[in-house]
């Protein structure tokens, strides 16, 4: 195909003006609503880029096109795909067996749950909520769209996902009132025991599997409201879901302190709830466990460590629409390294630092990554010291080990700003 042949089928191929203003200025519903989880599962993964074109292909495009293609690229380039990686793929097997263990168990008092840790920007919202939705599309197909135990009379919404976030000060009934106002804002002016049969009542009758809380880590186990609300959590699993608790570096906040970890099976084992704050709906006795998934970075010592962390930048790679792109702009020359050594294999770190780097590319006519450019680019790091693999760190990537206080999370200030005559 010559070049003209490629911008006319460019010009056919790209949205209309009004569909690309409408995904750039269409504000998406909340996740912690029902119409915003089913808004982010039937949209996950549909922006596909556009085709790449060259300079001289771009300058072949009709003005008022070549300014919708930069538009579209624009998009494509900030809206980064989720991709398997190692870290993905793990939390995803355990995620998966336990919905369609949970699910398949029958008069079970309680429900084993998961617990996902990790640092910030380590995708865990992204990566669980990208598991669950998979799940819900797997459920509504398997029963034709229809909830198998919807109430005879009722017309209730089936959700077989619930996705909310730990309220800022959390307290029994505010974790309640989120739950239900995933299904519709209300005033739900109820006593606290009125409030948890609710909740029970509109997980069943929603047909709810798997009841994701977010933001766990908000949680301070000093203040007794929160531990109620450890307590209420305990709770929810009798009420026949499997729980999900996702925050940042569980295990330090003190949620799993009276908990004992199983050394052979990796489960964390809850003691019994030591109130009955929950007036009358206190759980068997039967202990409550918890699988707990570290959602960790990329490393960079071993063969297998190194070819997943550049197919991973070969996938984002082929996302980006940058006009003097080419082959190997992000894996090839050093990039690898040079990567690994800005952002410590976090994957969130690493989409940010790249989405900066293809606006600037595009604001400045250069078309392209390197590291040059790159180094204009300030992230925050937000990498706490976790004591993972520094030597392995130091010997791939020639970066000194860091300190073991350090507790600045935005401190990266990007490479030693170089003369601009040795940065090209």
Known sequence: MNDDDLAAGVVAGLPGRERIASLILASAPHRHTHAGWQHYRAARGQLLPPPPLTVRQWKLLPPERRSDYDIYRRLTNMNLPVQETPMLRKVTRLIDRRLQGNTLRQDSPTMPGVMVSGWGNHGKTATVSSVAAAFEDQWLALHDYLNPDAVEGTNDLHAPVVYVQTPVTATPKSLCESILNFFGPERWNMTLPQLIRQVADSLRDHGVKALIIDDVNRLRMHRADDQDVLDLVRALMSFNVTLILVGVNIPGTGLLREASRNRHTGQWTLPPLESTRVHGLEVTQIERRFELVELDRFHYATPAEM??????????????????????MLTGDGMPEYLMRRTEGVIGLLSRLIEDGAQEAMATGRETIDQALLDQ?????????????????TAAVGKKKPRKSRNSVFDDQGPLAAPAEEAG
């Open 307 to 328: 070819d997943a962390f550049v197919s991973h930048l070969h996938g984002i790679e082929a996302h980006l629409r940058l006009l003097k792109a080419e082959e190997g």
């Open 377 to 393: 680019i300030v992230i925050g790091r937000g990498v706490p010291d976790d004591g993972a693999d520094p030597a392995a760190m």
